[in-house]
Each structure stands twice: as C-alpha cells, then as structure tokens.
C-alpha cells in the first residue's frame, strides 16, 4: 500500500480505482501498521470504494486489522445520493464504550481501603462469557423498554440520577430505535445480559488522574490532579452481536439488487434509505440503547460498593460510545449535507461550542475517553474546532499482538504478578484473559494520542493511571 506522507501526522492513499475517494491515516511514522502482518491499510483503501462515500475514508492513530472495515476507521456516506450503511463499518460489538466516573476522593485517601474496594467491585460486577447480570428483566416488554430507553430507562428505575443522562452521548438514549427489526436469536441472547461486562477486553477501572493538560476543561468535566476516578468499557453483549450477524447476512443477499458491488463481502451494505438500510439502523439503534443501558447498571452497581466501602460518591465526567452509526449534519464541499457517519474503533469528539454538547460541557467541548491498557494508563481528551473525519478521534491504544501472539509472548510469566508488582490490584479474569490483554499487546498509547493530538483531531486534558482492575 502505497502510502504519501503530507505531513508528521497525516498519510494520504492515493484514489485508485474503484476507490471513490483516498484514505487518509492519521499516524506516526513509527505507529503506522506494519504490512506485513496488518492488513488494515488497504481495509482503508476497501472503505473508499463504498456508494456514497464522501472527503476520504479514514483511519485513525490506533487503526488495526478489523472484520471488514478496519478498527479505527470512520466513513462518511451522502445519505441523499446513494449513501450506504454497512453493519461491518459498525462492528459486532454494537455501541461499545467507555464510561467515567469521578470520586470525591483522593488516591491517598484510598489507599488503605483499596483492596476491600477491589474485592467489592469484583463481587458486585458480573463478567465472563457466563450469563450473570446486574438485572433479571421479568419479560420481553421489559426488555423493549431498556432497547428503547436505554440509560434514561435504567435511571428511571431508580439506577441512577437525572444529572448522568446529561453526560451521556445522546441524552442516554438513542432515537429511532426498532426493538421490532431485532431478530428472537438476539434478544434470547441478549436478555440475560442486562448489565454485565462481557469478555477479555471490557473492563471496570479504578484510577487516579495523574496529569492535568488542560485546567479549565478538567474543571468542567469534574477532574483534578489525584482524583480516584472509575472507567467503564463495555458493549451490547451477545444481542448486538447477534444483530450484525443477522445485517451482514440480509444485507449479502440484497447488495446485488440494489446495484453495489463490494470488494470484501465483509464490507456488505444497503443504500441508508433502503428497507434494509432502515432495518438495521433501527436494530443498531436498539443495540445501542442497551450497550447503555448496560454501563448505567454497571456504574450504579460500582456506585453502591463505593458508597459502603469508602463512603465517597461517584460523579458521572461523560458515557460515550466508539462503534457506532449515526446521521449527523456536515459540511461537504461548502453545503451542508446529511450523512451516515461511521464510527468504529474511533469516538465523536465535539468541538466547543457545538449544539448537541450539555450547557456546562458547551465552552470546552466534549469528554473523550481513551482506554490505554490496565497497566499503562489511559487519556481523557476534548474535540478541537474545525477538526477533519467529522469530529472523530481514537478511540484506544489499539492492538498490535492478536489475542494469540499476546499469549505466547506472556508464556512462563506470570501476567497477575508482573501487575501486581506495579500496585495494580486485579480481580476476575483468568491467566489466559489476563495474558491477552498485556500491555504489549497494544500500541503505546500516549504515542497514540500524540499522534491524534498532532494531527489536530483533540486535545489532551488529563491522564490517569490504572490502580485495580476488574477484567472482563
Ligand atoms: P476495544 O474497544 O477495541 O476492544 O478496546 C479499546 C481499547 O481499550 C484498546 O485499544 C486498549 O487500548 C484499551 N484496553 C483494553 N483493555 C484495557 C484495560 O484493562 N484497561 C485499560 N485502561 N484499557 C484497556
Ligand atoms: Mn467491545
Ligand atoms: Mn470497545
């Protein structure tokens, strides 16, 4: 893949046919993928090829090989002039995200109650593949109403307060959604699952904020230098999984009547306003609604054992997601056009000033939220004015070792010692999981954000550091 460096931070793939518009990587030098063992540089050059695609087809600085489009990607697609939507440009992992949240409480002040806090969180936070969950719903109505409401619902139950559906993407809830467009296979799996972590990479972080870049924007997202702070990832468990398996199995069979050839079957798409574009935008949309759902339920369960173990409480700074689709207003060649942003592997990242932003967020801009890994840290970043890829930015370090290689790279070590032996207190996972997730398999991730930072699509408030770990 024949790559232009335009400047540090910025790498153009020429438009080649059937591109319909170049790539553009946002990267180092030293981060940019190695071709010989990712291929997400020409999954990039794939995207550009889609109907509707519109400025370029992007990757962002912890871009990596995914299932069709690459991890840290974003397209663009012209809602009015054939734009499409591709369940693979999404991922299985429907609205996966990260949720903080802020203690009134410094990391000295929890030290001596750290591992009670530890043990309390692993208790009260089901995880693994197995089916335990913070909520048993008592029917499938009950479920609807958690596709529909999403955190809002979960808060109007009582798990939670009005003020964290101001810090969520969306108010809580997605519009639009279509609990009807989700097949029986989905919401079998997914109805057990109602508040729980998931697997391997999703995660309840204690940590403690390290470095403060930016004063004014920390203040306003509730941070300050020592402040113990809780970081949530997770997603919509086997019910969006099961949901883009269904689309990208419909959408295979449709592409050809709708006229669109694709040059990976993995990238399978539906012009948005087609029956089947609307379909899974609904069935998306419910996903969506339950992956927050789920981090409201988890972060009121978090909530509780802090209260009983420290007696501090828990501010909700902001609940965002990195896989998802959405229609969004931008400017394309100086007109405003409606456009199917998708986003996956890479967050929104609002600039100040915007409409969709809360009053108190409105002067600095939206929290981003950048999980590192459990034994580095991880960046709290805002959007920038006039930013490219339609204000989007990383989402994480990014893998650069397959779940495999990170295995045998950790082989005869002991991952839970060498974590330990940082002050980082682990619970759940087994050796295997934990192996997986080393911070050697990913990409260093304050390269990461240098590299988005440079590239002018954020800017850097705060960093904050790992000191337990409930792992997934
Ligand atoms: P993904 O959504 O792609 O599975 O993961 C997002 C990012 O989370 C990864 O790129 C990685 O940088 C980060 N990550 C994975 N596990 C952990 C963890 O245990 N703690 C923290 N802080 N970050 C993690
Ligand atoms: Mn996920
Ligand atoms: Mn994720």
């Known amino acids: 893949m024949e790559l232009v460096e335009e400047s540090p931070y910025r790498f153009r793939i020429d438009r080649h046919d059937p591109m319909r518009v170049p790539g553009v990587v946002f990267a180092s030098r030293s981060l940019l993928p190695d071709a010989g063992e990712d291929r997400s540089l020409e999954q990039v050059a794939n995207v550009a090829t889609l109907p509707g695609i519109v400025d370029a087809s992007y990757a962002m600085p912890d871009v990596h090989w995914g299932y069709g489009f690459p991890i840290g990607g974003v397209a663009a697609t012209d809602v009015a002039n054939g734009g499409v939507v591709s369940p693979g440009g999404v991922g299985f992992d429907i609205s996966c995200g990260v949720r903080l949240l802020a203690a009134d409480l410094d990391r000295d002040g929890l030290r001596p109650r750290l591992d009670a806090l530890m043990d309390g969180l692993g208790e009260a936070t089901p995880r693994g593949m197995g089916r335990g969950a913070v909520w048993h719903l008592s029917d499938r109505a009950e479920l609807d109403a958690v596709l529909r409401g999403g955190s809002r619902y979960a808060v109007e139950r009582g798990f939670g307060v009005e003020r964290d559906l101001h810090r969520c993407e969306d108010a809580g809830a997605v519009g639009d959604a279509d609990p009807a467009r989700v097949s029986e296979r989905a919401i079998e799996r997914g ?6 972590l998931g697997s391997g990479n999703h995660f309840l972080e204690v940590q403690a904020v390290e470095e403060v870049y930016d004063d004014t924007a920390a203040t306003a997202f509730g941070l ?6 809780v970081m949530i990832h997770c997603g919509s468990r086997g019910l969006g999984h099961q949901i883009c398996t269904d689309y990208v199995r419909k959408m295979e069979q449709v592409m050809a009547r709708h006229g669109i050839e694709v040059p990976d079957r993995q990238l399978a798409c539906a012009p948005v306003t087609s029956a089947e574009g609307r379909a899974y935008l609904g069935a998306m949309a419910a996903a969506a609604n339950y992956a927050r759902a789920n981090r409201q339920l988890l972060a009121d369960a978090a909530r509780k054992v802090f209260a009983r173990v420290t007696g501090s409480r828990l501010d909700l700074v902001y609940d965002i997601s990195h896989n998802l689709a959405k229609i969004e207003t931008h400017g394309v060649d100086g007109e405003r056009r409606a456009l199917c942003v998708h986003r996956k592997g890479a967050t929104r990242a609002l600039p100040p000033g915007h409409d969709d932003l809360p009053d108190d967020l409105r002067d600095v801009g939206q929290p981003v939220l950048i999980p590192g890994s459990m034994g580095t840290g991880s960046y709290v970043l805002t959007g920038v004015p006039g930013a490219p890829a339609f204000a989007s930015t990383c989402h994480g370090a990014g893998r650069v070792q397959s779940r495999k ?16 032996a940082r002050d980082i207190a682990v619970r759940g996972a087994s050796r295997r999981g934990l192996a997986e997730e080393m911070p050697a398999a990913y990409k260093d991730v304050s390269a990461v954000v240098a590299a988005a930072e440079g590239a002018g699509l954020c800017r850097k408030v705060a960093r904050l550091v790992p000191l337990g770990v409930v792992k997934g």
């Open 405 to 420: 290689q990170a295995v045998r790279s950790e082989r005869g070590l002991d991952p839970r010692a060498q974590l330990a």
């Open 224 to 229: 300050r230098p020592g402040q113990v702070c």
């Open 191 to 196: 109805a057990r699952q109602v508040g729980s």
